[in-house]
């Protein structure tokens, strides 16, 4: 099962569907376009900071990598972890920058694949509508006032700590 957050504009009122269709879903994992495409997949996501980033990054560390002469197969490693840095991080940039803009997570959802996820995320969304919230009884008895229990008694502390004061 994947993890996916929903995203909403900041206007979204409970239960209406046309928040849906201007809502974004993020799927929680390993984004395997952003490891394959790396700073082009930002920009495809419309995340132009963080694709220019990523773009300096790797002509910072291409360029690092040629003035410390790194053999070629150590630096396809190097690029092969870099890359996959990017793809662990990829979706975290997304929501971050989501939430920047005004829209935090509204929802999460464990669903198998996409379509399961949009379908639960709609269910929900669209029954907070539906269902009214409940109103409190007029006759119900007050709930009790919480238990508040007495701290309990410590001694004198013996050891590491000798010059400790006792509470009181």
Do not use: Q
Request: aromatic share 10%; net charge positive; with cysteine.
């Amino acid at each position: 099962m994947t993890t996916f957050t929903l995203h909403l504009p900041r206007d979204a009122r409970p239960g209406d569907p046309a928040a849906l269709e201007k809502a974004d879903l993020v799927k929680d994992a390993f984004s395997w376009g952003a490891f394959f495409f790396t700073f082009l997949w930002f920009f495809v996501h419309r995340l132009w900071l963080a694709g220019l980033c990523v773009l300096f990054a790797l002509v910072a560390f291409n360029m690092m990598l040629n003035l410390l002469n790194v053999h070629p197969t150590a630096s396809l490693v190097a690029h092969v972890l870099f890359s996959a840095l990017i793809g662990l991080e990829a979706n975290s940039l997304r929501r971050w920058t989501l939430a920047r803009h005004g829209r935090p997570t509204a929802d999460v959802v464990s669903a198998a694949d996409r379509d399961e996820a949009e379908t639960k995320i709609a269910a929900r969304w669209l029954e907070r509508s539906a269902a009214p919230a409940p109103a409190p009884a007029r006759d119900a008895a007050p709930s009790p006032a919480p238990r508040v229990y007495p701290s309990p008694r410590t001694e004198p502390v013996i050891g590491l700590f000798p010059d400790a004061e006792r509470p009181r």
